[in-house]
C-alpha cells in the first residue's frame, strides 16, 4: 500500500500542548505502557504498518515538521516537504510527484489519502487497504472513504451515495450542514467524509499537469511558492464525475479539540496530577515537572506545558483558537531533528534553555554574533567543537562561546545540557550555519 | 504603641503560592499599583505605620520566616526569633521578654498582640490603639478585640459580652459553634474572636515566670525547645477572670482560603492570564512566566507557582491541605535574607536554579562536598570569592566551583546568576559555611 499522510496545521487548537513548531500529532497523549505514551502520528504509523508492513509511508508536510517527524518516526519514513504551505492539491501533487520520481511508484498503482490525525483502529487502516484495491480494479477515478455517521453533526461534510452497497457510486457532496439538515442527509443515507480517498497515481499527476506546468517533482519542488493556494476539493473532486464512496463503519473519533481529546486518554491524568474526589469529568494533560491539583472542579480540561495552561470547560475548549492566536510568546519547547530544547528562563539580556541530544546526533556548527553561550554538561558523554578544537565532554564539564566563536555539540550517549545565552539581543535568527571543521 | 505580630504557619492553604519557606503572608498579592503589588505582611506593616509612625513593630516567628521578613520589610523591624514551634503561649511569652529586655519596654507599657494576616482598613490599627490605650487605665489584665459578626459563621470563636456596650466585661468564651449556635450567640450580642488581645507588659511577664522557670530572654530562648507546647487561652486566658472586651465594627476578613483571599483582589487576575467572555466569578494569580488561560469556567481560582498548579472550585478550595501534604517535592523557590532563589530545572543528578541577589547583599561563603557548581552572570554587577580569590563579574561571565572549594558571591547591584548543580547526591543539607576570608 502507497499512503499519503496530510500533516498540516500549527496546532493552535491544542495549546498549550501544541504550538507553531509542535502541531497536535506530535504530542504524546496515548499510553502504550507504564508511563510511557506515543503521539497520533506514532500511533498511526505503528498501526499501518501493524496492517500493512510493506507499507509505503510519505508523509505530506512543511519544512517546520521533519525535524519532529524524524525525532518521533527515525529516518525510513518518507517525507514529501512543502517549502511553504499551499493548501491540499498543490500538497497532494508534490508528493504524488514525489512517489513517482523520487520512490518509483508506477502511475498504474494505487495511493492513499489520509489525515495524519484520526483516532481509529486497526480495522481503518484494513479499510484503507481495500480502498486501494477498489482504486486499482475500478472505473471510478477518485474513491472515497465515506465514515457511517453516529449522530447529525455540524462539523463534517456529508457525502450521499447513489445506493446502499459498501461501494457506490457518490451522488452529491455537502458542505458543513446545520444539525437539521444533517438529519435529513443521514435519513438519506449519507456518510461523513474523513477527507480520506485513493487513485491510481496517474490520473493526479496527469490532474497536476493540467493545472500546473511543471516537468518533474524537482521542479515542482523549486517553484511551490509561485503556486495558487488550492485545496484537493475544489482543483479535483468538484470537476471529476467518476467517483466512488466505499462504506466505513468501523470506530473514528477527530482529535480536533480538547474535548474530542480527552475522550481518547485511557485514563483521567498524564503527567503529575491530583483529582479529589469531588471533580467529575477532568481531565488533566501535565507536561510540566511539578504537580496540578484539582479540587471539585467539573466538565473541564486542564493542561499544562512550558508554553502555557489552559483551564477549560469542555464544550468551551473547542474555541481557544482566537485566544492562542493572541499569545504573543516565545517559543517554549520545540523537537529537532538531533533532540529536543526547553527554554526554562527568560530575562532581558538572557535565557536558560535545556537541550536534549539524541545519541548520535548533533546540532549544525554554527556561530552567534550578538550574544555569548556558556553549556554545563549536567548528563552523558560527548564532544564539542569550539572554534576548531575538539573536546570530550561529561557531566560537569562548562564550555564557554563568546559572540562570533563556531561551535557544536555531538553526542556519544543521551547528553543533557543547560544552555546559558547572554546579549543584547537575543533572536533565534541570530544564528550563521558554518560548514564542519575536517576533524 | 508596642505591637508584636504573630507570623505563623507553613501556609499551606494557599499552595501552590505559599509553601514550607514562604507562608502566605508572604505572597505578593495585594495591588498598590501599576504592576506592583505588596503582601499581607507589607500591608499591615504600612497600614500600622500609617496609624502610628512611632509604631514599635515586633514579628513573633520561626526562624524559617527571618529572611523573607527582612526581604519585605527591611532591617529594621524587630523580630522575636522562636527556635523551634511551641504554640502561642511560650511565643508570646518569648516576645514579651524580648520587648523587655532587648527593646527596653517598661513592664507598665501595653502591648498589643495581633496576628500578622487581617485584611483590614486603617480603622482596625486606629481601634488596636485604643485596645492599647484600654489596657493601660483598664482594671481588667486583658483587653480583647470583640469583631462585630457579619453572619453566623462556624470558622471563628465567640466572645460573650456581659452588655452592649463599646468596652465590656466578657461574659463566656465559646469555641468555633455550628451555624445554629452561632446565630443564638450572636442573637446574645455575641463577637468575634480575631485573636487580638492588650495587656500591660508586666502581666504576661508574670504569668510566663510562673509556668516556665527562665531569668529572661536569653535564658527563655535558650531553653525554648524544652518547652511544652500550649496556646496562650489555655494557658493564659481561659484562668484569667478580669478580661474585657473592646467591640470593633469596621472591615475584617481572614484571609485563610483562596476563597477569602480573591475577594480581596482588586481584578479578576495577577500576572499573565486571559478569561473568555463565558468565564464567572474567576479569579487567577499566576506567578509564571507564560500565560494561564480559562475557558467557560465558573466559581474557580487558579493559582500558578514554580511549585505547582491549583485549580479549584471557590468552595473547595478551604480543603486542599490533605493533599498538599502528600505532595514530596522539592521546594521550588525561596526568599532568603540576600535575595531570592528559584528552581528551574531539576534532573537526575542536576539542579539548575536563578539566583536573585539583592544590591549590597551576599551569600554565606560556603562549599559542597557532592557537587560542583558553576555559575553563569547573567545580569548586574558584582564580586565573587572562590577559594580566597576575589573576581569582579559582570553579564556573561562564568565561575566554575568544583566540589570541596569554598565560594560565595556578593551583589554592587541587584544581580541575577544562573547556576547549574551537578553531583551524585544534590541536597540542601550538603553545605558547610565557613568564614569569610579577610580580604
Redesign the interface.
Known amino acids: 500500500m502507497n499512503i499519503v499522510l496530510l500533516s498540516g496545521g500549527s496546532g493552535k487548537r491544542l495549546?498549550?500542548l501544541s504550538n507553531d513548531t509542535r502541531s497536535k500529532q506530535f504530542i504524546k497523549i496515548f499510553k502504550t505502557g507504564e508511563d510511557e505514551y506515543e503521539s497520533m502520528v506514532q500511533r498511526v504509523y505503528r498501526q499501518i504498518l501493524s496492517v500493512d508492513e510493506q507499507a509505503e509511508v510519505t508523509i505530506a508536510t512543511s519544512k517546520s515538521q521533519v525535524s519532529a517527524i524524524h525525532n518521533q518516526l527515525g529516518e525510513h519514513v518518507g517525507i514529501s516537504v512543502e517549502p511553504c504551505r499551499r493548501d491540499t492539491f498543490p500538497a497532494i501533487a508534490l508528493a504524488s510527484a514525489y512517489l513517482h520520481d523520487v520512490r518509483g511508484v508506477r502511475e498504474e498503482d494505487a495511493v492513499v489519502v489520509c489525515p495524519v490525525d484520526p483516532y481509529v483502529e486497526k480495522d481503518y487502516f484494513e479499510a484503507l487497504q481495500q480502498l486501494g484495491s477498489r482504486a486499482l480494479m475500478s472505473e471510478a477515478n477518485l474513491v472515497l472513504m465515506g465514515i457511517e455517521p453516529t449522530y447529525p453533526s455540524a462539523k463534517y461534510g456529508y457525502i450521499i451515495p447513489e445506493d446502499t452497497n459498501v461501494v457506490s457510486r457518490v451522488s452529491v457532496f455537502k458542505e458543513k450542514p446545520t444539525e437539521e439538515a444533517a438529519k435529513d442527509y443521514i435519513a438519506q443515507g449519507a456518510l461523513w467524509n474523513g477527507g480520506v480517498f485513493a487513485f491510481r497515481l496517474g490520473y493526479v499527476l496527469q490532474r497536476a499537469h493540467e493545472l500546473i506546468a511543471f516537468t518533474g517533482y524537482q521542479d515542482l519542488f523549486d517553484k511551490y511558492d509561485t503556486l495558487t493556494k488550492i485545496s484537493f476539493d475544489y482543483a479535483v473532486v468538484e470537476h471529476e464525475t467518476q467517483i466512488e464512496v466505499m462504506r466505513f463503519a468501523g470506530m473514528w473519533k477527530d482529535m480536533g479539540t480538547w474535548n474530542t481529546l480527552t475522550e481518547a486518554m485511557a485514563s483521567s491524568s498524564i503527567g503529575k496530577a491530583?483529582l479529589?474526589e469531588?471533580c467529575e469529568n477532568v481531565h488533566v494533560v501535565?507536561e510540566?515537572?511539578?504537580?496540578?491539583?484539582?479540587?471539585?472542579?467539573k466538565d473541564?480540561v486542564?493542561a499544562?506545558s512550558?508554553?502555557?495552561?489552559?483551564?477549560?470547560?469542555k464544550?468551551?475548549?473547542s474555541?481557544?483558537k482566537p485566544?492562542?492566536d493572541?499569545?504573543d510568546?516565545q517559543i517554549?519547547f520545540a523537537e529537532k531533528s538531533w533532540g529536543s530544547f526547553q527554554v526554562?528562563?527568560?530575562?532581558?539580556?538572557?535565557m536558560?534553555i535545556?537541550v536534549t541530544l539524541n545519541p548520535g546526533h548533533g546540532m549544525n556548527y554554527h556561530s552567534h554574533e550578538l550574544r555569548?553561550e556558556?553549556w554545563?554538561?549536567?548528563?552523558g558523554q560527548g564532544k564539542t567543537i569550539v572554534d576548531g578544537e575538539v573536546r570530550q565532554v561529561g557531566?560537569?564539564d562548562?564550555i564557554?562561546m563568546?559572540a562570533g566563536v563556531a561551535h557544536t555539540i555531538l553526542a556519544k550517549t543521551r547528553l543533557?545540557v543547560?544552555e546559558?545565552q547572554?546579549?543584547t539581543e537575543i533572536s533565534v535568527h541570530d544564528k550563521k550555519k558554518l560548514e564542519m571543521p575536517c576533524i
Open positions: 495549546w498549550p491530583i479529589n469531588r501535565n510540566l515537572n511539578v504537580p496540578v491539583l484539582c479540587m471539585g472542579i473541564a486542564v499544562a512550558p508554553e502555557g495552561i489552559l483551564v477549560s470547560d464544550n468551551q475548549s474555541y481557544i485566544f492562542v493572541k499569545i510568546q517554549m526554562i528562563d527568560i530575562e532581558e539580556g538572557s536558560t535545556k555569548d556558556v554545563t554538561v549536567i548528563d557531566p560537569g562548562v564557554r563568546p543533557h543547560i546559558v547572554v546579549g
